[in-house]
Nanobody
Framework: QVQLVESGGGLVQAGDSLRVSCAVS????????MGWFRQAPGKEREFVGA????????YNADSVKGRFTISRDNAKNTVYLQMNNLKPEDTAVYYC???????????????WGPGTQVTVSS
């Protein structure tokens, strides 16, 4: 019902900036929020941040707060993750997700993209 595709990943140096994009198509009426998750080797997938589709309010994990910024373009059904001052520990596969807001403003992912690799070297 909903299709997601990420783009913009790649290999960068520590301290560099990178913006990854996620375009959503299909039954977009069921999308109330879009978010980003990441998974590093040997670790569980973790929440990075999410954005309320209608209000534009954003919620970021403490680990990236101050460095990462989430934004959206409603007309293009696209969400962006601007990553600044990248660190080696940011290396992971970054996944886009579409879903809704549950109890206590928790973002509940319902659909996932295939992911895009972000590698940060020292």
């Amino acid at each position: 019902q909903v299709q997601l595709v990420e783009s913009g990943g790649g290999l960068v140096q520590a301290g560099d900036s990178l913006r990854v994009s996620c375009a959503v198509s299909g039954r977009t009426s069921s999308v109330y929020g879009m978010g980003w998750f990441r998974q590093a080797p040997g670790k569980e997938r973790e929440f990075v941040g999410a954005i309320n589709w209608s209000s534009g309010s954003t919620y970021n994990a403490d680990s990236v707060k101050g460095r990462f910024t989430i934004s959206r373009d409603n007309a293009k059904n696209t969400v962006y993750l601007q990553m600044n001052n990248l660190k080696p520990e940011d290396t992971a596969v970054y996944y886009c997700a579409a879903g809704r807001w549950g109890r206590s403003l928790r973002f509940e992912a319902a659909y996932w993209g295939p992911g895009t690799q972000v590698t940060v070297s020292s």
